[in-house]
């Protein structure tokens, strides 16, 4: 169980303590390279239901240490909204998909978004609705 600390008031004095729920959403974040591949990856990701949506930023600059030395290449960020209960699946489909040994995979939690926003992003990455 995780512990969330609230300070609250001027003076500090006050603080609660209350158990944070399990997050129902989250986002991941992983790099793909310039060349080729992108496209039918982030369609390939939204079709099978395990992202409701895939955004890729503008091209970026990326360093870093690799079998011991340092490298740089062009890459773009990609941010993949999901459920939280669909990070598993979609981490053995982006290891399955990507073309880097190691590709980047961090999660992070959503605390809080649009009611509305939410609706959709759960009904995206949800069973498919027969008809």
Known sequence: MQVKICFYGFTGLGIKIWPMAEPEYSLVLTTFPMEGGLEAFARTLVDERLAACVSVLPPMQSFYRWKGAVETVSE?????????????????????????????????????????????LNESTGQESPG
Do not use: C, M, N
Not at 84 to 104: N, T
């Open 76 to 120: 773009r960020q990609v941010i993949v909204k999901t459920k939280a209960a669909q990070v598993a699946a979609l981490e053995q489909r982006v290891q399955a998909l990507h073309p880097y040994d190691v590709p980047e995979f961090l999660v992070l939690d959503i605390e809080a978004g649009s009611p509305a926003y939410l609706a959709w």
